[in-house]
């Protein structure tokens, strides 16, 4: 009885969308290895203070537990899991075997991510599956979920009703293409957007003032996402090596002028001024919060955001 109760039940995320609520999703790494508690003590962080945690996929294409089982860990510890699914290490077969995996263990949303190359990782060498992109994997969760097909056409016995997720960089070349690519992956079938790290503010409005004008806050979800600086190193790290961000010299400036000691604290008072804003303005349906192996600051974030307590639904 129990286990049919786990397959009924739907995503908390989506609820918590659907009913109007602003959003607040964070994210956990899995561990460089098979550490269990490593992931209870990364959760017992969030448990509370968000809707639903992202858990990615061998991020920076650096080996890591798999997503799907730190989810299945998430889903342990009373926290719903956002499982994240790259391109790069899967073809079509294997990716809709493990949707499927995931669904039937009780995991409800998924994020789909073409992922970072392998030369950015800790294998190099190793070969890129891509057999298919981002958008094209966005069509066949969606496509198993309301068709009850496979990608080959064949029936599935239960779809996987799965919430499907997408991401979108705002600030990568070029910009004015950015807003339509976004376009693309909300009519492939993504419920909801979960941006890259947001910086220039003033960027932001602007790629937020056309999606608004294109109506594409009416057919998707979108979550901006928040990364809190810890330092003038981090900063000044992600403006020159960072490929897709945009980090203005007044915030650096800004970290810099805190003083010694304090650029930690600005990191974060930035971060709730940026929630703050988003929770106002038009468009932003909520916040993903990527403070990721600084989870032990998001009850301290949230509290001072104001987005506590979270909706029970």
Sequence with gaps: M?????????????????????????????PRGANVEHVKKKAAFLKGNVDSVNI??????????????????????GLEPNFQMVCRDRNRLAMQSDVLG????????MLCLSGDHPKFGDHPTSKGVFDIDSIQLIDMVKRMRDDGKFLSGGDLDISPKMFIGAAANPFAEPHEWRVF??????????????????YNMDRFR???KKA????????????????????VGMAQYMAKSVPGMDVPEALIKRLRDAGKGKAA????????EQ????????????????AIEWEHMVPEIAEKAGVLPRPKV
């Design 181 to 198: 690519r976004l376009a693309k992956k909300i009519k492939a079938g993504a419920d909801f957007i979960q941006t890259q790290c947001i």
């Design 275 to 290: 929630i703050q804003e988003f929770k106002e303005m038009k468009g932003v349906a909520g916040v993903h919060l990527m």
């Design 56 to 77: 990615t996929d061998n991020q920076t294409a650096m080996v890591r537990m798999s997503s799907w089982a730190a989810s299945l860990l998430l889903i342990q510890e």
């Design 206 to 208: 602007e790629f937020m």
């Design 265 to 272: 604290e600005e990191g974060i008072k930035i971060a709730v």
């Design 2 to 30: 129990g286990e049919q109760k786990e397959m009924k039940a739907g995503s908390n995320l989506e609820k918590v969308l659907r009913a109007g609520h602003f959003a607040f999703t964070g994210e956990l790494g899995p």
């Design 102 to 109: 995931a669904y039937a263990l009780g995991i409800r949303n």
């Design 212 to 231: 608004v004008d294109m109506g594409l806050h009416e057919q998707c979800y979108i979550l901006a996402g928040v990364t809190p600086m810890k330092s």
